[in-house]
């Protein structure tokens, strides 16, 4: 299947290389050199995106929001090709009355680059075959409705960034406590892998789980008293809203 990206900054870039992993073919289409050469030599470059969509079953758009209306209006799509806006805040109807093609609004994130990406998706008539293979192949996906998207994107779009602060803070716990600034980051990066396979693959909920590692008695427990009695979920709760109050407030201040 030919997938064309348009956009190759940091997530556009991403999802071109999950693409490539998965055997696609890519057609990868950006107006900065410096972003097409970026990019592994398997992709196909293409500065005009006229030329970019041609023969394209689906095409990404991966610009930022306020460049969305002028990238739809620089390539001409037919009914039989699949348009899918990547761009928090866009609003499916903004994308629909600016191309022929079917229009999908997805929420991505930046584990598209290794396939482990998850994406919220919204469609006028449920997700086309094209974008359900696609975001299998860079991961898993959801289906939403439209009013939902917002908070999708505070969650999985943004989330990797707050995921990233915890890590961080973990990691330099870790450094200061002694251990090597490598090994810190390789203990912590995995602890979080392997914590989301365990939610992914057990049936206990997240409170029965953090029982699970608290051994009476033990250490973690003396951890955990810590984060509640300082409510450090809340921050995190609280950054969500924030970036989900974002969304919103970008769409009404570019009319998208
Ligand atoms: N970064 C992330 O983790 C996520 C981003 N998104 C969404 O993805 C979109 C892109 O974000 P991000 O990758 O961070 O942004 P970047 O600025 O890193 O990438 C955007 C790219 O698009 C290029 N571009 C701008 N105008 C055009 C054009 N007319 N034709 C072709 N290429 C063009 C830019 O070039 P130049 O730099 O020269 O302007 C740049 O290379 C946004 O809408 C964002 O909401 C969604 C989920 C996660
Ligand atoms: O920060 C942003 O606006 C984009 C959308 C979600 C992640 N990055």
Redesign the pocket.
């Known amino acids: 299947m030919k997938v064309t990206v348009?956009?190759?900054?940091?997530?556009?870039s991403a999802v071109v290389e999950g693409l490539v992993n998965k055997g696609y073919d890519v057609v990868a289409?950006?107006?900065?050199e410096e972003?097409l050469d970026a990019l592994s030599d398997g992709v196909m470059k293409e500065k005009d995106?006229g030329k970019a969509v041609e023969g394209s079953e689906l095409v990404v758009v991966?610009?930022?929001?306020e460049?969305?209306g002028?990238?739809l209006g620089?390539f001409d799509a037919d009914d039989g090709q699949v348009v899918a806006s990547?761009?928090?805040?866009?609003s499916l109807g903004y994308v629909r009355e600016r191309t022929d093609g079917r229009a999908v609004r997805v929420?991505?994130?930046?584990a598209g680059e290794y396939n482990e990406m998850t994406a919220a998706v919204c469609a006028d008539d449920g997700v086309p075959d094209e974008v359900a293979r696609v975001l299998d192949d860079l991961g898993s996906y959801v289906e939403v409705d439209e009013e939902l998207m917002d908070i999708a994107?505070a969650v999985n779009?943004?989330g990797?960034a707050f995921v990233f602060y915890a890590m961080k803070a973990m990691r330099d716990a870790g450094v200061e406590g002694g251990l090597d600034e490598e090994d810190a980051g390789t203990l912590v990066a995995q602890t979080f892998r392997g914590a989301a396979a365990i939610v992914q693959n057990d049936e206990r909920s997240l409170d029965e789980l953090i029982d699970a590692v608290c051994s009476p008695g033990g250490t973690t427990v003396e951890g955990m008293e810590v984060l509640r009695e300082s409510d450090a979920g809340r921050p995190f709760a609280d950054a969500v809203g924030a970036a989900e109050r974002r969304s919103v407030e970008i769409t009404e201040e570019l009319d998208l």
């Open positions: 348009i956009g190759c900054g940091n997530l556009g289409c950006d107006k900065d972003a995106a991966a610009v930022k929001p460049v969305v002028p990238v620089s990547f761009a928090a805040a866009v929420m991505p994130n930046l994107t779009g943004s990797p």
